[in-house]
């Protein structure tokens, strides 16, 4: 399986981001999908997850701002990012798992990662 991210780029605060991520290979429509990001001297922290009955899962930071979405018929993940904020500067990760959306949101039973997409987002 692998994971290839798009849509990344800079934007000013305020604006709006689209990320996908595409698998190509076998993909289970019974695993958990999520995005993930990781700033410069920071730890990788999860996003958002989503479940393959849609069930999605959201870091605090983020609820409210951000939509995490999949169509499985296209194997394809989505996260729209809206009101960007600076502090939302990362390179972003997508990655699948055979494991629930909050064990996924936290890092656990990962089983692939793309290779990232940067987001940079300036005040």
């Known amino acids: 399986v692998q994971l290839l991210e798009s849509g990344g780029g800079s934007v000013q605060a305020g604006g709006s981001l689209r990320l996908s991520c595409t698998s190509s290979g076998y993909t289970s429509n019974t695993i958990s999908m999520g995005w993930f990001r990781q700033a410069p001297g920071k730890e990788r922290e999860g996003v958002a997850t989503?479940?393959?009955?849609?069930?999605?899962r959201y870091e605090e930071s983020v609820e409210g701002r951000f939509t995490i979405s999949r169509d499985n018929a296209k194997n394809t993940l989505y996260l729209q990012m809206d009101s960007l904020k600076p502090e939302d500067t990362a390179m972003y990760y997508c990655?699948?798992?055979?494991?629930?959306?909050?064990?996924?949101?936290?890092?656990?039973?990962?089983?692939?990662w793309g290779q990232g997409t940067q987001v940079t987002v300036s005040s």
């Open positions: 990655a699948t798992g055979e494991t629930t959306p909050w064990l996924l949101l936290n890092l656990l039973h990962i089983d692939h």
């Open positions: 989503i479940g393959s009955d849609g069930v999605t």
